[in-house]
């Protein structure tokens, strides 16, 4: 489960608890994109409530997205009939965005856009024209919204860079359930024994998608190094989720000859129990928007080994809460993991630390903040629609006069 659909997941579960009815427009496959969440914000008795789903045919998405904003917006409208939604809440700054502001237009109601990531991957990999088009996607469709919520100061300051308002955009971090994540040596020793891994074994784990900008292919070649110094204790390396480059990692894997001391775990829903079994996270990603696997170990207390980025060096301190890494540097990825998996006070220190400043990441708090800009974005299409009235009425007056 990426970023995305676990926000749209644990936010519909809490929405639920509040006795609000979510309701999600996606894709069919449950590991896509959602297209928006709108929520019903009217109180309903709490026995009653369930997280409805409308899933619109996957081959849709295959087409062109345009043709697929179209389709989601009219089934939108569909659903607004139903439950006459209060508010939109789109998850992306472009094509998912499309569909919410036109239904929010359509509809006469306030639109909350969501931009979990956008085209960073300028910087990392090149300019590609797909990307180069989002970005003025982006930049119509942000224009057209009420609220613009981002979870990092890059995404906000590009967006008021391009003409957006200040008072429309709004930077908040996302959280975490930190009880989930609080674990205990009797569910380690569990998942250990359902992996095949002894207890005595030091293992180093990555949660993410299988995409190029994971950077997972160094941290493979990174832990090949690693496992030639035959003086270090014995190690694991588990690989949670999938993608596109799955297969290709697998491949390198076995090219390397470490097939057998790398578990590919693909995608799964229990991260938050194998996040028991590791001892080093590692994060070598070339960008982050909010990361919330960084956030997840944190708060499960692991030793985290993460790139030298701007959005990770704001959640956690090199040397204190983490020991941060040049993600393009193998050598340096190898050596990081070699002084950790050597000393085991020190995976201790960083996990303690790291456990402690991952409190700042509490999903009650963060998820609170997003329901209260429901309520804002209304009173502000309310004050716009009054403003249009007080206008009109004030041009009539003039003509007669």
């Known amino acids: 489960m990426g970023g995305v659909e676990e926000f749209v997941s644990s936010y519909a579960s809490w929405l639920g608890k509040k006795g609000i009815v979510p309701v999600v427009i996606c894709r069919t496959l449950d590991y896509l994109r959602p297209v928006a969440v709108l929520s019903c914000m009217k109180t309903i008795d709490k026995r009653q409530i369930s997280s409805r789903a409308y899933p619109i045919p996957f081959l849709i998405g295959l087409l062109p997205m345009f043709l697929f904003s179209m389709v989601a917006t009219v089934e939108t409208l569909r659903q607004h009939r139903k439950h006459r939604f209060s508010v939109v809440h789109a998850q992306d700054l472009t094509f998912a965005a499309?569909?919410?502001?036109?239904?929010?237009?359509?509809?006469?109601?306030?639109?909350?856009?969501?931009?979990?990531?956008?085209?960073l991957r300028l910087?990392?990999?090149?300019?590609?024209?797909?990307?180069?088009f989002e970005l003025a996607l982006m930049k119509i469709v942000s224009m057209h919204c009420n609220k613009i919520l981002v979870s990092n100061d890059a995404i906000r300051d590009h967006l008021l860079s391009m003409g957006v308002p200040?008072?429309?955009?709004?930077?908040?971090?996302?959280?975490?359930?930190?009880?989930?994540?609080?674990?205990?040596?009797?569910?380690?020793n569990r998942v250990r024994r359902q992996l095949g891994i002894d207890s005595s074994v030091t293992v180093i784990g990555f949660v993410g998608?299988?995409?190029r900008?994971?950077?997972?292919?160094?941290?493979?070649?990174?832990?090949?190094?690693?496992?030639?110094?035959?003086s270090l204790p014995e190690t694991k390396l588990i690989l949670i989720g999938s993608g596109l480059l799955e297969r290709d990692m697998k491949r390198l894997a076995a090219t390397l000859n470490i097939e057998d001391r790398v578990l590919f775990l693909g995608f799964r829903n229990d991260v938050y129990h194998l996040l028991t079994a590791?001892?080093?996270?590692?994060?070598?990603?070339?960008?982050?928007?909010?990361?919330?696997?960084?956030?997840?170990?944190?708060?499960?207390?692991?030793?985290?080994?993460?790139s030298n980025i701007q959005s990770i060096r704001k959640k956690v301190k090199n040397g204190?809460?983490?020991?941060?890494?040049?993600?393009?540097?193998?050598?340096?990825?190898?050596?990081?993991?070699?002084?950790?998996?050597?000393n085991a006070d020190l995976r201790e220190i960083l996990a303690k630390n790291s456990k402690q400043k991952a409190q700042c990441y509490n999903l009650e708090e963060a998820f609170t903040k997003v329901l209260a800009l429901y309520s804002s974005s209304k009173t502000e299409d309310i004050r716009?629609?009054?403003?249009?009235?007080?206008?009109?009425?004030?041009?009539?007056?003039t003509k007669r006069m």
């Open 98 to 119: 499309i569909s919410a502001i036109l239904a929010g237009k359509i509809a006469r109601i306030p639109t909350l856009i969501q931009g979990h990531s956008f085209p």
């Open 123 to 132: 910087r990392a990999h090149g300019i590609r024209l797909d990307w180069i």
């Open 166 to 188: 200040k008072a429309k955009v709004v930077c908040l971090e996302l959280g975490v359930d930190l009880y989930t994540f609080r674990g205990n040596s009797a569910l380690r």
């Open 209 to 211: 998608g299988f995409r």
């Open 213 to 230: 900008e994971k950077n997972i292919d160094n941290l493979i070649k990174a832990y090949a190094l690693l496992l030639e110094d035959i």
């Open 278 to 306: 590791i001892d080093i996270f590692v994060l070598p990603s070339f960008y982050e928007t909010f990361s919330l696997a960084l956030v997840e170990a944190m708060a499960a207390g692991k030793a985290i080994v993460a």
């Open 320 to 342: 204190y809460s983490a020991l941060l890494i040049n993600p393009r540097d193998v050598e340096n990825i190898k050596e990081t993991l070699r002084l950790l998996v050597r």
């Open 384 to 397: 716009q629609e009054m403003t249009k009235v007080f206008e009109r009425d004030l041009q009539v007056e």
